[in-house]
């Protein structure tokens, strides 16, 4: 028997990202690529093609040297992209900087972190939590992330908090044409901020760290590139975990039953949250240059070509997740790529971790039945990231 057409079949063969249809039908367009369609292609900008199935994003995500990163995780950069780095590395250079950054971000690192990120995640709820509603990601999701890696990681002055979360806000969620200029004045904010710091004494801390540089062919990184590597983290830190835990209270919020299951069984948050990075994937999918002639599920590439690695889609494939649509607070093993393959693998999974299961338990503390705001449902927008622009929610006080 014939399948029928489906409307988002048009998807596969002239495939873009930030078409509407795909942000509005996420789920269904990313069931349909990883089901369907293992390779889609785009012809926008040079062209690339998309790879869907798990087992193809592991091989290239792991494969830097056939898969490079050093022409930016853009499909299709503005003219005037700013470059994030390690991101936009390869190998030795990339390794050279992970070297001295991965110590910041290991879960033993970051255990001290958690009592003052309940404490910031337990104030923001209490501000709302007699009122009876809230929009969660500006009143919660939009700032736990920046109170904690700016007071912790990358300690910036407390005054300038506002300013900087303003900026962050446009680049993350503003109008297209209003985001690089954003995000130029943070990449200005970090540049004045290292400069600051590195007049000053050594506090043993991340910044110290980025302002001592690493190597780059046998000499010293040029300063400009220690301010590439701060803004990654910055870039990297916030409106990723924003989207995902705000992914995680929609789950809660929509299908009570998971609700209740959780708190139940609070011992099952740690897959709870692994769900919902699996699910709600803030990094849909990263680019990577082909630099030798190689053939990747049937596709041959030529060297110089592009491709985008789905990692959305690569998260929902039911060769490597069994009943893969199902948020599943039971499962033995989560598997995914919504963290990355390879050298990239993000340098901030066990913080975003924390940060999510933080403010999923300190919601629940404060308000442990709660419901999507009748006639709401979350907006998103959609392009290479993922973001939820708002979540309305109630509950009775
Ligand atoms: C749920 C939250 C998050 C998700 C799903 C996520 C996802 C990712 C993914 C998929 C990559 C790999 C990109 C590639 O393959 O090219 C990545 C890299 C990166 N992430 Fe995250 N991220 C999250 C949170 C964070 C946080 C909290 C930080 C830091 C504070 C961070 C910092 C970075 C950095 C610096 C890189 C570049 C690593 C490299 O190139 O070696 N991310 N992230």
């Given at each position: 028997m014939m399948q029928d057409p489906d409307p988002f079949d048009r998807l596969h063969q002239a495939f873009d990202i930030a078409d509407p249809a795909f942000a509005e039908n996420f789920e269904k367009v990313l069931d349909n690529l990883v089901t369907r369609c293992p390779v889609a292609h785009s012809e926008l900008g040079a062209g690339y093609h998309v790879f869907n199935r798990y087992k193809d994003v592991r091989r290239c995500g792991q494969n830097w040297r056939t898969f490079s990163s050093s022409d930016g995780w853009m499909l299709n950069p503005p003219a005037d992209n700013i470059k994030i780095l390690p991101e936009d590395l390869d190998p030795p250079y990339h390794t050279a900087w992970?070297?001295?950054?991965?110590?910041?971000?290991?879960?033993?690192?970051?255990?001290?972190?958690?009592?003052?990120?309940?404490?910031?995640?337990?104030?923001?709820?209490?501000?709302?939590?007699?009122?009876?509603?809230?929009?969660?990601?500006?009143?919660?999701?939009?700032?736990?992330?920046?109170?904690?890696?700016f007071k912790h990681i990358l300690p910036v002055p407390v005054e300038d908090?506002?300013?900087?979360?303003?900026?962050?806000?446009?680049?993350?969620?503003?109008?297209?044409?209003?985001?690089?200029?954003?995000?130029?004045?943070v990449y200005a904010y970090l540049q004045r901020f290292l400069e600051s710091r590195s007049k000053q004494g050594a506090r043993g801390d991340l910044v110290d760290v980025i302002l001592d540089g690493v190597e780059k062919e046998g000499s010293p990184c040029s300063w400009h590139d220690k301010v590439h590597v701060a803004l990654d983290v910055v870039f990297g830190g916030l409106a990723t975990t924003t989207h995902a835990m705000s992914g995680a209270i929609y789950v809660l919020a929509s299908q009570p039953e998971v609700r209740h299951a959780l708190l139940k069984h609070p011992e099952q948050m740690h897959t709870a949250v692994e769900e919902t990075v699996r699910l709600y994937a803030p990094v849909v999918a990263v680019g990577r240059t082909v630099r030798n002639d190689v053939k990747v599920a049937g596709v041959a590439l030529k060297a110089g070509a592009r491709i985008a690695l789905n990692y959305a889609a690569a998260s929902r494939d039911p060769d490597a997740c069994t009943n893969p649509r199902k948020f599943d607070i039971a499962r033995d093993e989560v598997v995914h790529t919504a963290f990355g393959v390879g050298p990239h693998r993000c340098i901030g999974e066990h913080l975003a971790r924390l940060e999510i299961r933080v403010a999923v338990e300190e919601f629940l503390k404060q308000i442990p039945a709660?419901?999507?705001?009748?006639?709401?449902?979350?907006?998103?927008?959609?392009?290479?990231?993922?973001?939820?622009?708002?979540?309305?929610?109630?509950?009775?006080?």
């Open positions: 992970r070297r001295v950054l991965n110590p910041f971000f290991t879960a033993e690192a970051l255990v001290a972190l958690e009592d003052n990120a309940r404490g910031y995640a337990a104030d923001l709820i209490a501000r709302f939590a007699g009122r009876g509603n809230c929009e969660f990601v500006a009143d919660f999701a939009a700032q736990l992330p920046g109170l904690i890696l908090l506002p300013e900087l979360f303003n900026d962050i806000d446009i680049y993350s969620f503003g109008s297209l044409p209003d985001r690089t200029p954003a995000f130029g004045r709660f419901e999507l705001k009748p006639g709401t449902e979350p907006v998103y927008e959609s392009g290479q990231l993922r973001t939820m622009k708002n979540l309305h929610l109630q509950w009775a006080v």
